[in-house]
C-alpha cells in the first residue's frame, strides 16, 4: 500500500513577498500614526491643563485667592502655610499631574497673560516649536 503524501507550504520567495510588503505597509502607515499620537498629546495637554484652571478657580473661591507661584500646583493637594479657609485637596489623585510628555506644567502666579499662567512647554521642553513641540498655554 503506497500512500501519496504531498507537502503543502510557502516557499521562501512566497515568505520573502509578504514581508516586503508587510514592510512597505509599516513604512507608510507608521509616519501616520506617530503624526496622530503626537496630536493626541497635544489635545491630552490642552484638556488637563483646562482641568487644572477649574480647580485653580475653586481654590480662589475657598481660599480667597490663586497659589502664589512659591507654593505652586502643590497648594492643590496640600494646604499651603497662608491658606486659612482651605478645603481640599482639590485634586481626586494625591499628586500633581504631568504633562504628557512626563514633564512638570509651569504655573505662575500672578501670571504676564491673567491672574495666572499655566503652560506646558511641549515634547522638546524647550519655549517655542510646532507640532508636538510647541508650548500650550492657558491664555490663549
Do not use: C
Not at 83 to 94: I, Q, T
Not at 110 to 118: M, N, R
Request: charged share 25%; proline share 5%; net charge negative.
Amino acid at each position: 500500500m503506497k500512500q501519496n503524501t504531498t507537502e503543502s507550504g510557502f516557499t521562501l520567495l512566497e515568505l520573502l513577498v509578504v514581508l516586503g510588503i508587510i514592510a512597505m505597509l509599516a513604512g507608510i502607515v507608521g509616519p501616520q500614526v506617530m503624526k496622530h499620537m503626537g496630536e493626541s498629546k497635544t489635545k491630552a495637554a490642552k484638556v488637563q491643563i483646562e482641568d487644572l484652571e477649574a480647580t485653580l478657580d475653586m481654590y480662589k473661591l475657598d481660599v480667597g485667592g490663586y497659589p502664589t507661584s512659591e507654593e505652586g500646583l502643590k497648594a492643590l493637594i496640600e494646604s499651603p502655610d497662608s491658606a486659612k479657609r482651605w478645603n481640599g485637596p482639590y485634586l481626586r489623585k494625591s499628586k500633581i499631574p504631568l504633562d504628557p510628555w512626563q514633564q512638570e506644567y509651569h504655573y505662575v502666579s500672578p501670571g504676564e497673560h491673567g491672574k495666572f499662567d499655566l503652560f506646558t512647554l511641549g515634547a522638546d521642553n524647550k519655549e517655542g516649536g510646532e507640532g508636538e513641540d510647541q508650548d500650550i498655554v492657558s491664555w490663549q
